[in-house]
């Protein structure tokens, strides 16, 4: 399936502006271990800010992974680089909907292991990611959310590291379930991401925990998140051509540590300062936009990508956050995406919903379907079909060919919460809004699934590194 947003000249321009940006503008940091191994590898010190030459740019993109895979604890794989649009839980939502009142409030551990298992059990929902639970301290906050993480899903995660400081305990829980070095780097167990601040400046804690990461041998994401107007260019395109230079700049670090090491960007272009009100906004059509043409000028650098899809600015799961989400995952998703994140979401990726994760399972899903494309071959144009009913040797209701491509799954989509019956049947049925529907649907997951637990001895571990972070971190 061939889409594109502009066309081959206007991505060269938008690659000329990203190599303009590296070349004469650069980064700042912070870290003197990562400036240092920058000037190390040819970059250069230009007003106080990293450049990088060229040549460099083009060592580093060379060893870049087009493809690779992370593996979950329980054997769930994702395939990167392969234009799958697999669907992400959002990631660091501070509040959620009650399931039972539908009121805004802070979300809680519970909530994070309830929202990972929910998605654990969600078959179009492939990656998980943790929401930010307030009520627990925060100094080892990642620590807790990658074992909580492990502890209630078999799929693959994604994780954002805020500082070098915390890496060692999140490294320990990483090798306690997967149970050696060896075991870990092969699956990967998810991929880490890391967050400079926009515009291009790396700080010493994103900066050092990138190469941490590397340094592990696991699987690296890079999410700085530019504001429309506010800490990148009002203009989308602007903001994509800044934007892909500070994902670059992770990537290509990671090819000079590490040449071929895993990596994918995820940038989060289009979120746009709402200059009314000062709210960000991760609403359509910006989000849709701007994550779409940075999907399609990621992959002219041959990069696995993923972006913020399922987003809105609606404040419950309704119609709006329906044709928001829809919207935002579908452009990106026709132009090659890998990772469609934000699944769950709603208010600007700032509350989870419980609803909308599988409103978004069921969008997932018919994304999915879409970018599967048609099949245009002897079989799907049916000829002999056609002429056979046409000529009144019977009908395609009892034709093999109608039977066989209904029970294939490939033709057809098949809803698990949408209401495609006859009115009659939806009234019999109590006249059940889609959001009911979906309410019921997380409440009897939440009541019947289980994931296979970790071994007493590995819970206990956990337990024993995450007291261990929160002593040491506490203090700093």
């Not at 502009?6 to 991505?11: K, N």
């Not at 018919?366 to 000529?391: H, P, S």
């Not at 970790?454 to 040491?472: F, M, T």
Request: hydrophobic share 40%.
């Amino acid at each position: 399936m061939k889409f594109e947003l502009i066309s081959d000249a206007e991505i060269l321009k938008m690659r000329e502006a990203t190599m303009h940006i590296l070349n004469n503008i650069g980064i700042a940091t912070t870290s003197d271990k990562f400036r240092s191994f920058l000037l190390d590898n040819g970059c250069k010190e230009k007003n106080g800010r990293i450049v990088f030459p060229q040549p460099v740019i083009d060592k580093a993109l060379k060893t870049v992974p087009k493809e690779w895979t992370v593996t979950g604890r329980g054997g769930y794989t994702v395939e990167m680089g392969k234009n799958k649009a697999n669907a992400q839980v959002c990631i660091g939502m501070p509040s959620m909907m009650d399931l039972d009142t539908g009121e805004r409030r802070d979300a809680t551990l519970k909530d994070l292991e309830d929202f990972t298992r929910l998605a654990d059990a969600l078959d179009h929902i492939n990656i998980a990611a943790p929401i930010f639970p307030k009520d627990v301290p925060q100094e080892s906050l990642v620590t807790l959310e990658t074992a909580t993480l492990l502890r209630n899903c078999n799929k693959p995660f994604r994780l954002c590291l805020e500082s070098h400081d915390e890496w060692p305990y999140v490294h320990e829980v990483l090798l306690a379930v997967a149970g050696s070095e060896k075991e870990l780097k092969e699956k990967g167990l998810g991929y880490y991401e890391v967050s400079p601040l926009s515009p291009l400046d790396y700080g010493k804690g994103p900066a050092e925990a990138l190469m941490d990461v590397v340094e592990a041998g696991l699987p690296l994401g890079m999410d700085p998140a530019p504001l429309m107007g506010a800490t990148s260019p009002i203009t989308i395109a602007g903001t994509v051509a800044q934007h892909m230079a500070e994902l670059l700049v992770g990537v290509m670090t990671s090819q000079l540590m590490d040449p071929g090491h895993r990596v994918i960007v995820s940038p989060r272009s289009g979120g746009l300062m709402e200059m009314k009100s000062g709210v960000a906004l991760w609403a359509i059509p910006e989000m849709g936009l701007g994550g779409g043409l940075n999907v399609q000028l990621a992959k002219s650098f041959g990069l696995p990508a993923g972006c913020g899809c399922y987003t809105g600015a609606s404040k419950v799961a309704d119609a709006q956050s329906g044709y928001e989400h829809l919207y935002n995952a579908l452009i990106p998703a026709l132009l090659g995406i890998d990772v469609c994140g934000s699944a769950g979401s709603v208010d600007n990726a700032l509350i989870g919903s419980y609803e909308m994760l599988v409103i978004d399972d069921e969008l997932s899903s018919v994304v999915q379907w879409t970018i599967d494309g048609i099949n245009v071959n002897d079989d799907t144009l049916a000829l002999e079909v056609i002429e056979k009913v046409v000529n009144g040797d019977g009908n395609f209701l009892g034709e093999k060919h109608t039977r066989k491509h209904l029970r294939s799954g490939k033709e057809i989509w098949k809803p698990v919460i949408c209401e495609r019956a006859p009115y009659e049947t939806w009234e019999g049925k109590g006249q059940k809004r889609l959001e009911d529907v979906a309410k019921e649907k997380a409440k009897a997951i939440l009541a019947s699934h289980e994931v296979e637990p970790l071994s007493k001895e590995v819970d206990a571990e956990l337990n024993k590194i995450i007291n261990r972070a929160q002593k040491a971190l506490e203090d700093k």
